[in-house]
């Protein structure tokens, strides 16, 4: 029985095993967890739902292997000593290669054995359907690290020579490939200065190198991608949140409280505007849409993507049909996901997706400024921190207010600006009279 590197995600090409629970030789029963893996988002214990020996472990801690590919093999009933190989008739094939593959059945071979299901969360396909490398027009294969590589770098894969396997296209053509692949079209940038003319331009200067990890190269590629694909534009509006906040504070003192005198709940003001900003997007339906490349996706329900600030990077969970729920629970739903985004415990579907995001930087005290579109997304929201400012009243005079400044970014592809300024209207009406986002 062969565990392969499960699909934590459907742009997730690999995971890196931080930690094996155990050893070769070990016996393994169902929920036993096996090991641990990382991608550039998530950490996550994988468990086996089989009993036996485990064998051997081909990818060991600290190294990353495709998804799909062979980390372990578990073998005979728990505490049973693994079969031996017969006597082969013909001379040996040529040693496997030392970095994991997927395994492949030659045409007309019998299928091999099941590989172990782990959980539904886990779910494993073939490899020959699923994980195996794809082959383009004019016969080129490439793996799917390197067709997510070339994609994100706008390299064309015909224009590649494969490495590999049989010519292959593997992770490390693409990577050399750079300015010698001819780009797409659609995606055809200036490059920048490379790593060597950079610490040249810095050889007389004490400094640090700090390797990438994954999420840090994914946080960049993304964020390259959205401000070099996506025309941006963007609107500012000075919102008043003093009947926010007076309503929160009622809602926190009146709030239940439990067995030991605690309260049930404890709204932030983050907790309002995620509310509020539902039910713009709910009003103005034809800015809760994401741009598909030739069509348009508008959504019946708001998902709304928070920026969590995490170790090395961010994460954005998302809050699934905002407009429906209570106050109290975006407010549980929020703790619980952030905590567990810091901690790198996220599942894939918790922050993928979304109709539209919001980034509040109120807290560090940062009073305005613009946030990068998460593609396919149209929109984010970008809260700055409130202050107290000199107001003009009703009946021509003045008073202190306290007011806070948003920004939204809008995908032009997807929201016009007229249909922006209408989106941001409707929050700030939402915001200044909240009572009528609970109606």
């Not at 613009?370 to 202050?387: M, W, Y």
Request: hydrophobic share 45%.
């Amino acid at each position: 029985m062969e565990v392969l590197m499960p699909q934590l995600g459907e742009t997730v090409a690999e995971g890196k095993i931080t930690k094996w629970f155990k050893s070769a030789g070990d016996a393994v029963k169902p929920g036993d967890n096996l090991f641990e893996i990382e991608t550039d988002k998530v950490s996550m214990e994988v468990p086996s739902t089989e009993a036996g020996v485990l064998t051997e472990i081909r990818v060991g801690t600290g190294e990353v292997a495709l998804v799909g590919a062979i980390v372990a093999v578990i073998a005979g009933a728990a505490g049973a000593a693994p079969s031996q190989p017969k006597p082969a008739a013909a001379a040996p094939a040529a040693p496997p290669p030392k970095s994991p593959l997927i395994q492949r059945t030659a045409p007309g071979a019998a299928a091999p054995a099941t590989p172990i299901k782990l959980d539904p969360f886990f779910e494993v396909r073939t490899p020959e359907r699923n994980f195996g490398p794809a082959r383009l027009a004019g016969g080129t294969v490439a793996t799917p690290l390197a067709r997510r590589l070339a994609a994100e770098s706008g390299i064309d894969l015909s224009r590649v020579s494969g490495s590999g396997p049989h010519g292959r296209i593997v992770a490390r053509d693409v990577e050399t490939a750079g300015a010698s692949a001819r780009p797409t079209a659609a995606a055809s940038f200036a490059a920048g200065p490379t790593a060597a003319q950079v610490m040249a331009l810095y050889r007389d200067v004490p400094f640090e190198e700090v390797p990438l990890d994954g999420m840090r190269k994914t946080i960049a590629a993304r964020l390259q991608q959205a401000k070099q694909t996506i025309p941006h534009f963007y609107l500012t509006a000075d919102v008043e949140i003093g009947r926010l906040l007076a309503l929160r504070e009622e809602a926190n003192a009146s709030a239940p409280k439990d067995a030991g005198g605690d309260p049930a709940f404890k709204l932030s003001v983050n907790d309002l505007i995620i509310k509020a900003w539902a039910a713009a997007l709910q009003r103005v339906g034809a800015a809760n849409a994401v741009w598909a490349e030739d069509r348009i996706l508008r959504f019946k329900h708001v998902d709304i993507g928070i920026a969590v600030a995490i170790e090395g990077g961010l994460i954005t969970p998302v809050i699934r049909q905002a407009e429906t729920k209570t106050l109290s629970a975006i407010s549980s739903e929020m703790k619980d996901m952030a905590a567990r985004a810091r901690a790198k415990k996220l599942k894939p579907n918790e922050y993928q997706g979304g109709s539209s995001a919001i980034s509040n930087l109120g807290m560090y005290g940062v009073r305005e400024f613009s946030a990068i579109i998460n593609p396919p997304q149209a929109t984010i929201l970008a809260i700055g921190a409130a202050r107290r400012q000199a107001v003009e009243t009703a009946d021509g005079g003045v008073a202190f207010a306290s007011v806070m400044s948003v920004t939204l970014s809008c995908d032009h592809r997807v929201v016009d600006g007229a249909l922006g300024a209408e989106l941001l209207a409707a929050f700030k009406g939402f915001v200044e009279q909240p009572v009528t986002m609970l109606l």
